[in-house]
């Protein structure tokens, strides 16, 4: 599935998404992003938008600065990363973690599984994108 086609799937599925405008307007450079990002570090294209919808509505939310929710490095954590660099951080966790819930994880957390926590975790980036799948 295209990352073109997975946004328009999320905006049909959830129509009163945040930052819905943003999102729109800037929908052919994130698809063009997202695609690119995920086919260089073998990551699926789904798993990577549904992280950045979860972490910064796509890099639309105010004080995301366009960040995709990962650095772009571990030594300038502070630095916002676009979708390469949270493709990477997937990648990552998949060759770590050898599972989808593992990868997303160790995307928010650094480890493979974690029982408790604060905000969202890998079963809802897994829902969000099962229900936009459903949409397609």
Avoid at 102 to 119: E, K, L, P
Wanted: aromatic share 4%; proline share 4%.
């Amino acid at each position: 599935m295209s990352a073109a086609a997975w946004i328009v799937a999320l905006l049909t599925t959830y129509p009163h998404l945040s930052h819905r405008a943003c999102i729109e307007a800037r929908a052919p450079q994130i698809a063009a992003d997202a695609d690119d990002a995920a086919a260089r570090h073998g990551v699926p294209v789904a798993m990577l938008l549904a992280v950045a919808v979860m972490e910064s509505h796509l890099g639309c939310a105010p004080r995301s600065g366009g960040c995709w929710g990962a650095p772009i490095s571990r030594t300038r954590r502070q630095t916002a990363g676009r979708a390469d660099h949270a493709a990477s951080a997937l990648a990552l966790g998949l060759r770590r973690c050898h599972s989808d819930e593992g990868a997303i994880s160790h995307f928010r957390w650094g480890v493979c599984h974690r029982t408790t926590h604060a905000g969202y975790g890998p079963d809802d980036v897994l829902r969000l994108a099962a229900r936009v799948a459903g949409a397609l």
